[in-house]
């Protein structure tokens, strides 16, 4: 339960609007916005997380916000009609979010 809140504080609460609109963009701009809200959503996890396992949700966080992993997994694993359909932008961002806490999930209690 720990983690799906601190996930939702980082992603939802923490994130401002020019983070969620530059960290996709190309070049510095985008790296550096997506830099900042991945750091600022990680560090919260240092409650419950060790500093490695902190370090690992950063840089998963920031591989699927940075890329456009899950617009190419929608679209690769037969959902690419809920990526381009009136559910979108939701669908995109429930698989967005089922990652992240999947992803968060196995660091924390497969990494000791």
Known sequence: MEQFLLHLFGDYIIQNDWMAL???KAGIKGFIAC???CA????????????LQVFL?????????????IKWFM???????????PMAPWS???????FHLITNYLIIT???
Do not use: M, Q, W
Request: include cysteine; proline fraction near 6%; charge should be positive.
């Open 22 to 24: 530059n960290k996709k």
């Open 35 to 37: 830099f900042i809200h």
């Open 40 to 51: 600022t959503y990680s560090i919260p996890f240092l409650i419950i997380c060790n500093p």
């Open 57 to 69: 949700i950063f840089l998963f966080h920031f591989a699927i916000d940075r890329t456009n992993f």
């Open 75 to 85: 679209t690769n694993t037969g959902k690419a009609e809920f990526a381009n359909s």
């Open 92 to 98: 995109i961002i429930v698989t967005d979010n089922v």
């Open 110 to 112: 497969l990494i000791p």
